[in-house]
């Protein structure tokens, strides 16, 4: 029988591929300004530090961590995310209910495996993340879009479809969030928690950026909130040591945190001991907030720049201003197409994602996002002035 | 509302985690001898080398391992396998048609994720390893088993099977197969491989075990005889580098690969650069064949050792005798309960895994599992004599 009439399950109709792994790919031309990604800086990725922890690690209990690890994850892991979860995210939680993960979007998927059956509801922000849309979808979970303003979602819409449509969960990135860098304020972080309580929704909290910041005041999680344990918290390692290593964590209540598990069995038995040794070792040795420190000096100054030169930047009619994180959501004048406008971007040597992307109904051609971690100084400067040229040409 | 109140997806029906990894827990009692993991030796873990050569790829391109990689993997590891997977596995196949994946278990999720509805029909041998089973039942799929005999699966069954249940899978371990330690024939190799065109039927080859051989010739891989792009081959590093890197591959039909590449984006994005580093620079060091030949001297004492023990063991009906891998099985006689005796032999200071758990079906209560390569001879020789003390009284 031909391979080609080779049948693929349900949960790919009408998947695609991430659309920006896909941009990605037609980035690797020499010279090009790329404020697609939303990549560490290369100057963020601790190399030698690491360099020197692996070796450590490997010489001093090399036949623990390549050998077969729990599923639970690395104990010593475990025990340093209690203080750094109180101490970064403002919630207390026992060993039991935090779960070492092979990256943060490991959580998300592991969530949709524990929760979701196909027609099931999920509400997302809109626009979101579209890797973790992705990851939704493919458990043929039906999403819900409730928008946001500048203060993040807006809850009166949400208390109002945890009414009417009884999801099983929300996703929400409440800090610097992508693709609009926008935070989530205090008094919406309670309100949600208390919602999900009412209703019986799990939030999944996605909180890669919070280390990230700028300007402004530090804000507890929402999980800080959540007395019932309705509020699962996502974190990584991604943005503040590296992504390459992929590590993150997920905490929930433990009868959550166990189907998970028992999931994340049948995913890859374990996240690598290695790489979960190395970013314990990496918090124990206090190396992360000066690192963290020096990441953030710098991305400050490359946001203001591209903030400035935004503000000047032809066609372009609005644009979010974050005070941390990794991108700027921006909109073009009614009528401008961000879709069609990136083809002559990249061949004048520079790129953005789409904006359109990012909303779960699509729509919205007119707005794009830019990032600036991974551009210099100089490089922001020549990026935004030929964006101005296409823009301007095409306004 | 009570977070008690909060309802699991149905794929969790019916699924209690691993009873293996369960069993695991009771073994952190201080001189237990465990026949009842499939770890690798602690002397077989190379962990002063994989010392030098994370710390040297590190120093050396440390800013493009700890950045975020490409979901289709390491391109200087794809670029190893190609002639890795020639010369080990006898079959030619493109760089595009090999996925690196976070050990081999996510393969086969990966697998799963593709091709598999709910109510999807998997044949898998009986018994077979009971963690794929778990992987695949999340998906909802129907385990049909077919029994195997000492040359491995029973082909004539299987080709029945296949005309009257058009299942979309077939999972088979051909070599050194876990639990039995039993090698599929040449014969049945191309027979599996012909039947799977005929029928339509994806084959998911497991062959984690190939380079453990103590006796015997070694047999073309089923995927060697695959001329349409129907079996999928799932290889892994875990028993001759180290599980807790987590590193194995996928190799099948491009347009198969590409759905599971889609469904890694979603899984864990990528699987750790370092992580694949280390395995591709094992390969090209050539480092991996002087080091599996000492591993297999011994294994090979270990496992005759316990094979000549068995042999003299009170209660034991018959047991395989396997040219390579790392597992025994065996069968008490008739009315005897592997399961019931586990606890006694716990008490006593030994472990093994009972044989139900491998059998789609349960039943089978007569059968266990023996593993070797984690005990040394006098362990081997202590814990023999435990079980036979054991079952002796009990039979």
């Known amino acids: ?12 109709d009408g998947i695609s591929g991430s659309a920006i792994r896909e941009i990605f790919k037609l980035l690797a031309v020499p010279g090009m300004i790329s404020f697609a990604g939303g990549n560490p800086a290369a100057s963020a990725l601790p190399d030698t ?6 070796r450590e690690l ?3 209990k090399g036949k623990t961590l390549l050998q077969y690890g729990a599923t639970e994850g690395y104990a010593p892991l475990r025990e340093s995310l209690v203080p750094y979860l109180k101490d970064r995210f403002s919630f207390d939680c026992r060993e039991d209910e935090i779960l070492p993960v092979t990256g943060s979007t490991q ?16 509400v997302v922000e809109n626009p979101t993340f579209l890797g973790n849309m992705q990851a939704i979808r493919l458990y043929q979970a039906q999403l819900i879009p409730v928008d946001s303003d500048e203060d993040g979602i807006k809850v009166d819409e949400l208390e109002e479809v945890f009414r009417r449509e009884h999801p099983k969960m929300l996703y929400v990135i409440p800090t610097f969030q992508n693709p609009t860098g926008r935070t989530l304020n205090l008094e919406r972080r309670k309100k949600i928690a208390q919602l999900a309580a009412q209703y019986g929704v799990v ?5 890669p950026y919070r280390d990230l910041r700028y300007a402004g005041q530090e804000l507890p999680s929402i999980k800080s909130f959540d007395t019932e344990g309705w509020v699962a918290f996502m974190g990584s390692f991604s943005k503040v040591i590296s992504p390459g290593l992929r590590v993150g964590f997920l905490a929930a209540n433990a009868a959550l945190l166990r189907k998970c598990t028992i999931g994340k069995q049948s995913s890859d038995v374990h996240t690598a001991n290695l790489n979960q040794a190395i970013v314990d070792a990496y918090l124990r040795q206090g190396l992360l907030a000066p690192h ?20 000047k930047c032809g066609g372009v009619a609005r644009y979010t201003r974050p005070q941390g994180g990794l991108f700027i959501f921006a909109e073009l004048k009614e009528g401008m197409n961000a879709v069609a406008l990136l083809n002559k971007a990249v061949e004048r040597g520079v790129a953005y ?10 729509g919205h051609e007119n707005t794009f996002r830019l990032n600036f971690s991974m551009s210099t100084i100089e490089q922001i400067d020549r990026g935004m002035q030929l964006l101005n040229d296409v823009f301007t040409e095409n306004a």
Chains 1, 2 share one sequence.
């Open 203 to 207: 939030v999944a909290e996605d909180d």
């Open 58 to 60: 490997l010489l001093s």
């Open 353 to 362: 994602v789409p904006g359109t992307y990012f909303y779960a109904g699509g």
């Open 107 to 122: 959580a998300m998927d592991l969530l949709c495996k524990a929760l979701i059956d196909p027609g099931d509801k999920v």
């Open 1 to 12: 029988m031909d391979i080609q009439s080779l049948q693929f399950a349900k949960r790919f």
């Open 292 to 311: 963290v420190e020096a990441i953030c000096q710098s991305y400050a100054e490359q946001m203001n720049k591209m903030l400035a030169l935004l503000s």
């Open 49 to 54: 530090q690491v360099a020197e922890i692996a």
